[in-house]
C-alpha cells in the first residue's frame, strides 16, 4: 500500500502502513483450526450425529479432559469440508473487549462484513446489545451456511461475556451453527435450547471409544498389535477414555509384555496419568524428557524459545525446533498453533501431567524456568508474556521492572484491564515505584472511572517530590499532565485539558519511544481541545505534529483519524479541494490487504459526501453517503450513522425525493432520539434536520429541533459569546429568523456570529453567514448593502467552488443573483453560479420572475418605451395614461431594478433580458 501525503501549509506527514510482521502473532494461533493427522481414526457414528443437528442452533460437546472433543469436531470438518471459523478460548477470554475482539475477528473469516473496529463504539450496555444486533444482521444477510466452534468454552466464567454469548445463540441466524467444546455444561440457558428442540448433546458416554475404535487407533496411529483380550481389557480398565489410551500405548510401544501390562494397568484416571506419564517419560531418551518437563511451563512454544528454557548437554547437540516437530510426530500430546509449524503447544492434560511431575522432581526448578522465559519474551518483544511469567516466577521487581518500562506502550495498545491486574500483584512496590501510580491512573481513565484518577496522580507526584531532576523524573511528570489533559477532555474541560497537554509537551523529552509515544498523545489530546475552543489554527499544527510523531509506530487507525479531524479544520478554513484530497488519499489507509474498506473509512466517506454535496456534484455525495451508512451500520458508530442519514436527507431533498427524504430524515431523528451523540455530531444532525423543517416550512418544527440543543435564540443578547461547537445552530436560527421575516434579529445575530467566525478564520461559515446577512438586508428592502454583502461572499466560494451554500437558500438568493448580475457584482464566478441555478430550476434563467418583485407587463411595457428614447408625454400619449401615472410608473420600475436614472435602468433591463 502506498503512503499517504498530506500537505498541509507546506507540511508533508507521510505514514506508512505495519507490515504483516508487526501483527501479534497470538491472535491468529487462537484463531487457527487445529491439524489432525493424515492416519486419524474416523468416527462415523458421531460425526453422523453432528450432521444431523447442522439445522439447529447448537451442538454441544461436553466432557472431561481426554476425551477426545476437539479431534472429533475436527475431523469432522476436515470430512466434510464444512466452510468454519474457530476460536480457542482462554482464561483471558472473560475479558468482554477480548473475547468481543477474537469473536468478531473469527466471524470475519466467513461473514467479510464483520470487522473488529464495531468495537469502537461501545459506550455501556446498551452499546453491547447494539453490537450484538449488529452481528446478528450482518450474519443474516450471509446466504452460505457456516459453523462457529468455540473450543474450551469452560475458560469462561465472567457474566458478561456469557450473557452476550447467550444471546446470540438465542438469537442465531440459521445460516450460523454453533459447536461449543468443553470440559464442563456452559453457564448458559441449554434448557431453553433443548425446550425449543435447538440442541444437540454429545457427552462423554457416547465420546468413549468402542473396542473396534480402540482397535484402529491402536493398530493404525500406534502401529501396535493387540490381542481381542487385551483391547477389551484396556477398554474396561480406561472405560473408553482416549488420553488414558494413547498414554497407554507410549509405554506399550517398548514394553516385551503387553499382556502383562495390559493386566496391570488399573487405578483411577489421576493415577493412571502419573503412572502413565512416569512410564512415558522414562522409556524417552532422557533429552526428550527433560525438553519435556522443562517446556511444560509454557503455554505456548518456538523452537528458539526451548532452546532458551532448556539448559542442553554441552557435549550433545540440541535444537529446540527438530525436538518439536519430532514430539508432532510421536504423537506426544503437541498442537500446532499455525500453518508453518513455529507456535506449539501442549495438550492441556498432558502439559498439567507434565507440570506436577516437575514440581514432585524438582521444586525449585519452576521458578528459575520462568524466568528465562521472561527474559525470552522480553528480548523477543513479546512483553505481556514476559510479565506473566516474571509474576509467576516469583520476581516482583522483574515484573516491576517490565511493567515500569513498557506501561505507557500497553495503555496505547489497550491493556490498561491487563495493566491494573499485574499493579496488583506487585503492589507491595508500589509505594517506591510512581510509576505504578502513574499507569493506575491512566487504567482508571481509559475505563471511565474518573473518581480514582487524581488521588493516583497525586499520590505519584508525592513519590516523584523528593527525586533529583533527571530524564525520566520528565518523563512522568509528562505522563501525569497528559493524564490530566485526557480527564480534562472527557469532563468537557478544553481551556484545563489544553493546558494540561500543552504542559506534558513541554516537559516531555524527545528521547525513547516511550517519550516519543507520549507526546504523540499529548499533542493529539491538545488538538482535541483545542479544537473544541474553535482555535483551528492551534488544532492543526497539534495535529500535524501528532502525525508526524505517529509514522514511527506506525499507527494507521491514529493516523486516519488524525487525518480526517485535519481534513475538517481545512473544510471550516474553505479549503475545500485540500480537504477533499487528504479524505481521498486517506482512504487508502483504510482499505483493508484484502481491498474492502476498514469500517473507519465509513468516517471519510461521510466527509466527502459533504465536500462533494457543497460542490454540486451530488451523484458522488449520494454514493459516498450510502457507501458510509453501510460501514457505519456495520461498524455500529451511532454518531456516524446519525450524520450520514441527514446527509442523505439534505441529498433526496435537492432530488425532490420526499418518500426518502422523509426515511432517512426519520432514521436520523430516531438515533439522535435515542442515543447519547457526541456534541459534534449531535449539533451538525439538529441543525440539519431543522434546517430542513424550514425548508418545508415547518417552522414550529424546526424551532423544537433548535431549542433541543439549548441554545439562546434571543440575538439580543449581543455580549454572550457563541460556543464554537454551537455555532450550526446558531446559523440556522438565522435561517428560522429569515422564515418568519424577522430580518433585525438575523442581522443582529448575524453579526455576534461573523465576528468570531472571521477571528478563527473560519471561512466556511463566513460564507454561509454574509449568504444569509444578504439575504436579510434585501429583505429590509437594502439592496446596496445586500449586493456588496453577496459579493464579498461569492469572491470568497470562488476559490474553492462553493456552489450549493447558494443552491440551498432557493428562489430568495436566486433572485438576489440575478440582480447582482445586473448590478455587476459578483466577479467572475457568478456566471457559473446562475447557470448551475438555471439548469436545477429546468428553466431558460434569467427572467423577470427572479426579480426579487417582479415588474408588472405594464411596466416592462414602459421600460421598452424608455428603452426607444421616449419622453414622459410620449409614452403618456402612447399608452393613454395620465403623465403622474408614468411616473409612477417609472419610480416603481427603479426601484425593482435598483435603477437610480433612465440609463441605468435600460442597461439593467438589457442585462436581465427584460427588452425584446
Keep these: 500500500m502506498s503512503p499517504v501525503d498530506l500537505s498541509l501549509m507546506g507540511e508533508s506527514v507521510q505514514i506508512n502502513p505495519p507490515s504483516q510482521e508487526q501483527r501479534e502473532t497470538i491472535l491468529s494461533t487462537k484463531l487457527f483450526t487445529p491439524s489432525i493427522r493424515a492416519d486419524h481414526v474416523s468416527r462415523p457414528r458421531l460425526t453422523t450425529q453432528i450432521n444431523k443437528g447442522l439445522d439447529k442452533a447448537l451442538t454441544l460437546i461436553s466432557a472431561p479432559a481426554g476425551y477426545g ?38 466471524l470475519q473469516k466467513v461473514v467479510p462484513t464483520i470487522q473488529t473496529e464495531m468495537l469502537s463504539t461501545l459506550r455501556g450496555p446498551t452499546s453491547y446489545t447494539l453490537l450484538l444486533s449488529t452481528i446478528i444482521n450482518e450474519i443474516s444477510k450471509c446466504t452460505a451456511p457456516f459453523v462457529l466452534v468455540l473450543d474450551d468454552f469452560h475458560a469462561l466464567h465472567e457474566q458478561p461475556v456469557l450473557d452476550f454469548f447467550s444471546s446470540l445463540i438465542e438469537n442465531a441466524p440459521s445460516s450460523m451453527h454453533v459447536i461449543l467444546i468443553s470440559r464442563t455444561d456452559p453457564l448458559i440457558p441449554l434448557s431453553h435450547l433443548r425446550v425449543r428442540n435447538e440442541l444437540v448433546e454429545i457427552r462423554a458416554d457416547q465420546l468413549r471409544f468402542t473396542q473396534d475404535e480402540i482397535e484402529t487407533f491402536l493398530s493404525k496411529v500406534m502401529t501396535l498389535e493387540l490381542t481381542v483380550t487385551d483391547i477389551t481389557s484396556l477398554q474396561v480398565r480406561t472405560e473408553g477414555w482416549i488420553a488414558g489410551i494413547q498414554l497407554a500405548a507410549l509405554s506399550m510401544q517398548d514394553c516385551e509384555d503387553i499382556h502383562a501390562f495390559v493386566t496391570a494397568f488399573a487405578g483411577s484416571h489421576h493415577y493412571i496419568i502419573d503412572y502413565l506419564t512416569e512410564e512415558v517419560l522414562k522409556r524417552l531418551p532422557e533429552k526428550t524428557s527433560t525438553f519435556l518437563l522443562r517446556t511444560s511451563i509454557l503455554s505456548r512454544m518456538c523452537g528458539s524459545l526451548c532452546d532458551a528454557i532448556v539448559e542442553p548437554d554441552p557435549n550433545n547437540q540440541f535444537n529446540g525446533q527438530n525436538i518439536l516437530e519430532e514430539l508432532e510426530r510421536k504423537n506426544l500430546f503437541l498442537v ?135 530524564q525520566e523524573v520528565k518523563i512522568m511528570r509528562g505522563c501525569i499532565a497528559s493524564a490530566r489533559a485526557h480527564q480534562a477532555n472527557l469532563i468537557g474541560d478544553a481551556y484545563k485539558a489544553a493546558d494540561f497537554a500543552r504542559q506534558a509537551i513541554e516537559v516531555l523529552p524527545d528521547v525513547d519511544l516511550v517519550s516519543r509515544s507520549l507526546r504523540a498523545v499529548s499533542t493529539s489530546l491538545l488538538g482535541d481541545a483545542t479544537l473544541m475552543t474553535g482555535d483551528l489554527e492551534e488544532a492543526k499544527r497539534a495535529y500535524i505534529e501528532s502525525a508526524r510523531i505517529c509514522q514511527a509506530a506506525g499507527d494507521v487507525h491514529l493516523t486516519i483519524v488524525i487525518n480526517s479531524n485535519l481534513a475538517n479544520i481545512l473544510v471550516e478554513q474553505g479549503v475545500l479541494c ?34 462533494y454535496y457543497e460542490w454540486n456534484q451530488l451523484e458522488n455525495a449520494h454514493q459516498y453517503a450510502q457507501q458510509s451508512l453501510n460501514l457505519c451500520r456495520q461498524w455500529g458508530n451511532m454518531d456516524l450513522q446519525a450524520v450520514g442519514f441527514a446527509q442523505l436527507a439534505r441529498l433526496e431533498h435537492v432530488y425532490s425525493h420526499s418518500d426518502e427524504m422523509q426515511a432517512a430524515f426519520q432514521a436520523a431523528e430516531q438515533l ?143 433572485k438576489l443573483l440575478f440582480q447582482s448580475k445586473a448590478h455587476q457584482v459578483g466577479g467572475s464566478y457568478l456566471p457559473k453560479l446562475l447557470s448551475t441555478m438555471s439548469i436545477e430550476s429546468g428553466q431558460a434563467l434569467p427572467n423577470n420572475q427572479l426579480l426579487i418583485e417582479p415588474l408588472t407587463k405594464r411596466e416592462l411595457e414602459l421600460l421598452a418605451l424608455i428603452e426607444q428614447g421616449c419622453t414622459n408625454q410620449d409614452i403618456a400619449n402612447r399608452l393613454v395614461i395620465s403623465i403622474p401615472t408614468v411616473k409612477r410608473h417609472i419610480s416603481n420600475i427603479y426601484s425593482k431594478l435598483g435603477a437610480k436614472n433612465r440609463t441605468q435602468a435600460i442597461s439593467l433591463g438589457k442585462e436581465l433580458n427584460l427588452l425584446g
Design 69 to 106: 472433543k476437539t479431534t472429533l469436531v475436527c475431523s469432522w470438518l476436515h470430512e466434510t469440508n464444512t466452510p468454519n471459523t474457530w476460536i480457542s478460548l482462554d482464561e483471558g477470554d472473560n475479558d468482554p473487549s477480548h473475547f468481543l475482539q477474537y469473536l468478531l475477528t473469527a
Design 336 to 470: 500446532s498453533l499455525d500453518d508453518t509449524r513455529h507456535w506449539y503447544r501442549y495438550h492441556q492434560l498432558f502439559s498439567d501431567v507434565l507440570n506436577r511431575y516437575l514440581e514432585n522432581l524438582y521444586p525449585q526448578l519452576p521458578s528459575k524456568l520462568h524466568k528465562r522465559a521472561s527474559q525470552w519474551f522480553e528480548q523477543n518483544g513479546y512483553i505481556t508474556d514476559a510479565i506473566d511469567h516474571a509474576l509467576m516466577a516469583g520476581d516482583l521487581d522483574q515484573a516491576t521492572k517490565l511493567i515500569e518500562q513498557n506501561g505507557v506502550l500497553l495503555l496505547i495498545r489497550g491493556e490498561g484491564k491487563a495493566v491494573l491486574k499485574w499493579i496488583t500483584v506487585v503492589e507491595p512496590l508500589s509505594q517506591t515505584h510512581p510509576w505504578l501510580y502513574i499507569y493506575k491512573a491512566w487504567a482508571y481513565a481509559l475505563s471511565g472511572d474518573l473518581d480514582r484518577v487524581d488521588g493516583m496522580l497525586e499520590k505519584a507526584e508525592e513519590l516523584i517530590f523528593p527525586l533529583k531532576p533527571s
Design 578 to 611: 485540500q480537504a477533499a484530497r487528504i479524505y481521498t488519499d486517506t482512504l487508502s489507509l483504510a482499505t483493508r490487504p484484502d481491498g474492502h474498506k476498514a469500517l473507519i473509512a465509513g468516517r471519510l466517506f461521510v466527509e466527502l459526501s459533504q465536500v
Design 672 to 814: 439522535v432520539n435515542g442515543y447519547d451523540l457526541a456534541p459534534r455530531y449531535f449539533i451538525w444532525v439538529m441543525s440539519a434536520l431543522a434546517r430542513l423543517q424550514i425548508n418545508q416550512g415547518n417552522l414550529e418544527r424546526a424551532t423544537h429541533f433548535i431549542q433541543k440543543t439549548g441554545i439562546d435564540m434571543d440575538s439580543k443578547a449581543g455580549a454572550s459569546e457563541i460556543p464554537y461547537l454551537l455555532e450550526p445552530m446558531y446559523v440556522t436560527s438565522m435561517r428560522l429568523f429569515l422564515a418568519r421575516r424577522k430580518f433585525n434579529d438575523a442581522l443582529g445575530l448575524s453579526q455576534r456570529l461573523l465576528h468570531q467566525a472571521e477571528a478563527g478564520n473560519r471561512i466556511g461559515r463566513v460564507i454561509e453567514i454574509l449568504i444569509l446577512q444578504a439575504l436579510a438586508y434585501h429583505g429590509k428592502n437594502d439592496k446596496e448593502q445586500a449586493l456588496g454583502v453577496l459579493d464579498r461572499a461569492i469572491l470568497l466560494a470562488h476559490p474553492d467552488g462553493y456552489v450549493r451554500v447558494f443552491l440551498d437558500e432557493g428562489e430568495p438568493m436566486a
